[in-house]
């Protein structure tokens, strides 16, 4: 993984090469809050480059990017994103994001929507919809957590936040974390790695980022609603974040609703195969299609229906975390 040097601030990215001769395009994939480049390179990554060429990047105070005590708001965020594709002279580009990074996404998208093909959302929170700590949810997900062996106090901050910051300390202070990590398997995996934990904690104690982020107005419904560009919300049918699906799709009028049986909000990473072949043939609808001789068949069609697969712990460039063996992959 390399690091570059924008006018924000250094970045950590890495850039994959299209696999095969599918349908060609540009694709940035952003990760969410406490991940790094990682989330998605141990998942879904293997069959997004069947579509084209793939950028991941860590978002600032993320991963291998710099961690400034400041700047971490949707549109601040949305400037790194156009810094970056500046620098890669990327002009247009399908984006792909899970939970926060989704709300940078539909920030670019809104101020910048010469340069967004196509939007894929996997379990995004719109804080304008679902604010912080919002009463609806907080009673049955303590319950929950606590049900797991988390014991999550009385906090400021909102319980999804809260949630990673205490699983971030427990990796570090090498507790129970094997057994909570049975039960929460999804949340569990961003922390596979002290050094991702450590870097979490130290940027929700340390900088102005909680604030920032979830801030409601950060990103508006009337900004979401501008958006023009083709938009699948793909969410678990398990995920708390319901309202702000439906939002999602009221507000904005080439917005697709996707549900995925018994899945929670990490998905993509637990089960990247099937989020693929929800994924893929949106972006092949979506974009940019050859012309001229035969066309490649349909990329849904040439995902391999594979079983579960084992998995190996492997610290890589990109953060350590449980990655699909290199002889077996992810189906479901």
Known sequence: MGRI??????????????VGDGPSGDVVMLHGLGANSGFWYASAVQWVRRFGRVTLFDLPGHGES???????????LAGVLRELLDHLQIGRAHLIAHSFGGVVALCFAARQPDRVKSLVLADTRLWAVEPPNCPAETNFWIERFRDAGLNIADSPRDLSVQLLVELARLRLEEGNFAAVAVRLPGASRLFAG???????????ETTTAYDEMTDPAGLTLGEVASIQQPILAVYGGQSARKRSAFALQRSCSRCQLHMIPNAGHFFPLTRPGLFARVALPFLGSAGDRKVGGPQPPPLAASLPDLPRAETVRIACHVGDYALPSPHRSYAR
């Open 5 to 18: 040097a924008l006018p924000s601030g250094r970045i950590g990215f890495l850039q994959l090469p299209q």
């Open 66 to 76: 710099d961690m400034p005590q400041s700047g971490y708001t949707p549109e601040r």
């Open 194 to 204: 002290r050094r991702v934990a450590q870097k979490w904690l130290k940027l929700i």
